[in-house]
């Protein structure tokens, strides 16, 4: 059974600052894993969605990296802004041939950019 | 185009009731996929619904149930309110079932007391 943990469960940086999310995940046989943002009370936006088969995807100041033979990804958020707290969460997708699997999430990490 | 839409978003039950949920997806998905955010367990995969079948279906009793109807927008329903169903109920779309990004919904906030 597929598990997603992310580390660490909250951080708190200065406004400015580079900083990195971690997620790991127990079954390396992925379609795709995703990365969301969720501000409180709300539902998720969508970050960055990388298939199995890349190793990066960048979208403005944040770039997501996947790992899959580890089981790791990371996503890296440069000259980080108050307006960037939230909570991020890391998704996966399994392989099961068709493709038609749920995602599975991790428990998030709640980031504090402070002015 | 308009995003996922989620009604009501906030929903008051007392226990024993039963509620029910709806959604409407971005314009032109056929994918919709339920999910429960809950402070221990996080958000967890409840169903997927695909061309009004259900394709997927988490790990949840059958109190809980949901339907596609030909527009693709779907509902869920759960039955028996506990304690324990208080939750955010997230709703998902995607243009396919499967292998796509999925665009989410703002949520339904339920209260179970």
């Known amino acids: 059974k597929q598990e997603v943990t992310q580390i660490p469960a909250a951080l708190s940086v200065p406004e400015g600052e580079n900083l990195v999310l971690n997620c790991s995940f127990t079954?390396?046989?992925?379609?795709?894993l995703q990365w969301f943002r969720q501000d409180p009370g709300k539902g998720l936006t969508s970050l960055l969605l990388?298939?199995?088969?890349?190793r990066e995807q960048t979208s403005g100041r944040l770039n997501a990296s996947l790992d899959k033979s580890s089981g790791r990804s990371t996503l890296y958020i440069a000259a980080s802004q108050p307006g960037d707290s939230a909570t991020y969460l890391c998704?996966?997708?399994?392989?099961?041939?068709?493709?038609?699997?749920?995602?599975?999430f991790g428990k998030g990490t709640r980031l504090s950019v402070i002015a | 185009k308009a995003g996922v839409t989620q009604t009501p978003r906030y929903l008051i039950k007392t226990r024993g009731q039963q509620v029910t949920l709806s959604c409407s997806p971005i314009?032109?998905?056929?994918?919709v996929s339920w999910y429960q955010q809950t402070p221990g367990q996080g958000l967890q995969f409840l169903f997927e619904?695909?061309?009004?079948?259900?394709?997927n279906k988490g790990n949840f009793p059958g109190r809980f149930s949901g339907r596609q109807f030909s527009n693709s927008r779907s509902e869920m329903n759960v039955s028996t309110l506990e304690l324990g169903d208080s939750a955010l109920y997230l709703c998902?779309?995607?243009?396919?079932?499967?292998?796509?990004?999925?665009?989410f919904g703002p949520g339904t906030r339920l209260l179970v007391l």
């Open positions: 314009s032109g998905h056929r994918s």
């Open positions: 990388i298939q199995s088969s890349q």
């Open positions: 079954d390396s046989a992925i379609y795709n």
């Open positions: 619904y695909f061309s009004e079948t259900q394709r």
């Open positions: 998902a779309s995607s243009l396919r079932q499967g292998q796509e990004t999925q665009y």
């Open positions: 998704a996966v997708r399994d392989y099961k041939g068709s493709g038609n699997t749920p995602l599975v």
